[in-house]
């Protein structure tokens, strides 16, 4: 069964304040990750993009859209080359929508259906209203909002797109022409962008915390590094370099991505760490958060030091580790007022807090 998707995203995002089909949301902008979605189901996907901004996005041919909805579902589907079985049309504003809903659309099309609507159940009691007036309380049970991928005949497609009628629901057009539309559960995350609001919605954030400490080292030659910068007073011991602000962090960011901490990446006793750079490490440990999809939103970091005073050194540590994250990093200092081994100048600690952003978890 060929399946072929058309992705609508010619709009001009009114309501969000600019085209939001080219925004970003984790790596890719909502469009790509629409596109994604489609190309996995799809021998073939056309999108719609606004005439003046045809970029071209992989996996996909791009056609200048309509001032409608409707319009740009038409020119996308006049671009098709093939003969497909059953089309699909997907808005690029529900960028998350997950293959699976994708999947339950095109088998219930095998099955034998004229049009299919993905839809979820309505959770709040619905008012029909005349300007402040409530005329009427529905009765919900038998409501259900549309989502899409929508799924369709190719050849109901083609009397949809020839009808002369324009709407916001590919569907309604189908169930006004006499078609038998079916519907099948929809998915949360499959929720339209309208808003900025709606857009931070499909973020999630995790949150991570870390401490390191180390000895002063007797030896000379050791120098003390902080963050990846080299600031002049007495080195740490340590297998590695014993940048503590840099352990603290990874720990954190491994811990909000729910990895663990620095020891379940690398071997303590690995031969290969003896005098590692720490901010290689840490390097490692965010490619691991990374391919969890999460991005480092924040990271707030305490030095505890008696010795050296730091104040001079705090905002080129932060950049530093800006740097290499990504997000925004803040460096403190504080003494330990000479209580305990790091009041008495023996060492060295710091603790860290990261604030992780992905998109939103598991499918729903
Ligand atoms: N769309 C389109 N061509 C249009 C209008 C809308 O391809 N002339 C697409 C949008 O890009 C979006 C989907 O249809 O992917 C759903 O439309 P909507 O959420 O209303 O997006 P916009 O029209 O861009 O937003 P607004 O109505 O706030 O201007
Ligand atoms: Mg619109």
Redesign the pocket.
Known sequence: MAVATLV?????????GG???FEALGGASL?EHAVAAATSVSSEVVV?LPAGRLESIDGARVVA?????S???RRAFAALEGRPDFVLVH????PLAPVSVFERVIARLAKGADAVVPVLAIPDTVKQVEGDRVRATIDRSTLRAAQTPQGFRYDVLRAVVESAMDG?DDAAVAESLGYEVVVVQGAPRAR???TRQDLHELVGVRVGFGVDQHAVSRDPGRHLVLGGVRVAGAGLEAHSDGDVVAHAVADAILGAAGIGGIGDVYRDSDPALRGADSMALLRGCLERVWERGLRVAQVDVTILAERPHLAGELGSIAANLERVLGGSVLVKAKRPEGLGALGRGEGLAAAAVALLEGLLGDES
């Open positions: 609508v995203a010619a709009g001009s995002g009114r309501r969000f085209p939001k089909q469009v719609a859209g309509g001032a409608t909805r319009e740009s579902v808005d690029a504003a529900r916001t339209k962008v309208t």
